[in-house]
């Protein structure tokens, strides 16, 4: 079983940053896929970046591409999203979610993560 509890949200002005943090409880965190995935008002949760075993890989969508940066500190169970640049359409709920690595670290889809955090909000002001 792992738990995870995401923090760093918060209001911000448009153009700039917030880091968010997910801590993990649990074994075997370092060999969990990571994920962070965000939903807006009236909107579908969207996936916005994917980090895998050893931070080998990472993926973001076209949408925070360049803009936001995902890592992990596995001596600390700790998965982080550094968000730059940010834009009133980025206001969302953030979710952290984890995943043991028994499907392919490319395979992107949301309903494979085991684990999720409850959510923290994320407000970007024009």
């Known amino acids: 079983q792992v738990q995870l509890v995401e923090s760093g949200g918060g209001t911000v002005q448009a153009g700039g940053s917030l880091r968010l943090s997910c801590a993990a409880s649990?074994?075997?965190?370092?060999?969990?896929?990571m994920g962070w995935f965000r939903q807006a008002p009236g909107k579908e949760r969207e996936l916005v970046a994917v980090?895998?075993?050893?931070?080998?890989?990472?993926y973001y969508p076209d949408s925070v591409k360049g803009r936001f940066t995902i890592s992990r500190d596995d001596a600390k169970n700790t998965v982080y999203l550094q968000m730059n640049s940010l834009r009133p359409e980025d206001t969302a709920v953030y979710y952290c979610?984890?995943?043991?690595?028994?499907?392919?670290?490319?395979?992107?889809?949301?309903?494979?993560?085991?684990?999720w955090g409850q959510g923290t909000q994320v407000t970007v002001s024009s």
């Open positions: 979610a984890a995943r043991d690595p028994r499907s392919s670290v490319y395979d992107l889809r949301e309903e494979i993560y085991d684990y």
């Open positions: 980090i895998g075993h050893s931070a080998a890989f990472t």
């Open positions: 649990g074994r075997a965190f370092s060999r969990n896929v």
